[in-house]
């Protein structure tokens, strides 16, 4: 169980938008804590898509964008193409009375119809 | 550009200490830039950070993991290193090493190596 909730899976076509959400808690994303984002291709690590709540690191295309509201946060996804299915996993920051650790949320697969 | 590179041993037996080391290449890993972090994945599941280090000696791990984790830094080999004990087939993972020029996120990762807890 993770810590940060996202769907399982979501789909579209070619140059479609898609949103990936993932909903966290008052001890994470809702104590202000920033979300990140990191995008895993088929058998390889993950890497850094958006930090920071909505930037993109270096080489990272405009298609990716991301915005944060209270205990949530979103991926979007535009102009979908083949290359971008992956899985995309988000991660924040959760501090309680059981300490402080970097949690992830449980990933998203995004096929590309 | 900093790049990571996970070693050792892909199968560990039950109640041992698995241990890997991550050499750290086109930077020091003495400059005092990035948080060395070590992450895993069980097969078809997500991500769950381990615990991370830096060359300050600051040090944390992961609660759920209680007290069987030890992250190390080698400043002379420019590598550091995670020590788990007292595994199970629950640990047989995917580890990554990871670099975070942030306190918050990771930037850089590792391919990954497999590791099996198995007799």
């Known amino acids: 169980q993770s810590v940060l909730t996202q769907p399982p899976s979501v789909s579209g076509a070619p140059g479609q938008r898609v949103t990936i959400s993932c909903t966290g808690s008052?001890?994470?994303?809702?104590?202000?804590?920033?979300v990140h984002w990191y995008q895993q291709l088929p058998g390889t690590a993950p890497k850094l898509l958006i930090y920071g709540n909505n930037n993109r690191p270096s080489g990272v295309p405009d298609r990716f964008s991301a915005s944060k509201s209270g205990t949530s946060a979103s991926l979007a996804i535009t102009g979908l193409q083949a290359e971008d299915e992956a899985d995309f996993y988000c991660?924040?920051?959760?501090?309680?009375?059981?300490?402080?650790?970097?949690?992830f949320g449980g990933g998203t697969k995004l096929t590309v119809l | 550009q900093v790049q990571l590179q996970e070693s050792g041993p892909g199968l560990v037996k039950p109640s041992q200490t698995l241990s890997l080391t991550c050499t750290v290449s086109?930077?020091?890993?003495?400059?005092?830039?990035?948080?060395w972090s070590w992450i895993r994945q069980a097969a078809g599941k997500g991500l769950e950070w381990i615990g991370r280090?830096?060359?300050?000696?600051?040090?944390s791990n992961n609660p759920s993991l209680k007290s069987r984790v030890t992250i190390s830094v080698d400043m002379s080999k420019n590598q550091f290193s995670l020590k788990l004990s007292s595994v199970t087939a629950a640990d047989t993972a995917v580890y990554y090493c990871?670099?975070?020029?942030?306190?918050?996120?990771?930037?850089?990762w590792g391919r990954g190596t497999l590791v099996t807890v198995s007799p």
């Open positions: 280090i830096h060359t300050s000696g600051s040090t």
């Open positions: 991660q924040s920051y959760d501090s309680s009375l059981s300490g402080s650790i970097w949690v």
């Open positions: 086109g930077g020091s890993i003495s400059s005092g830039s990035y948080y």
């Open positions: 008052s001890s994470n994303i809702g104590a202000g804590y920033d």
């Open positions: 990871v670099a975070g020029y942030s306190y918050w996120y990771f930037d850089l």
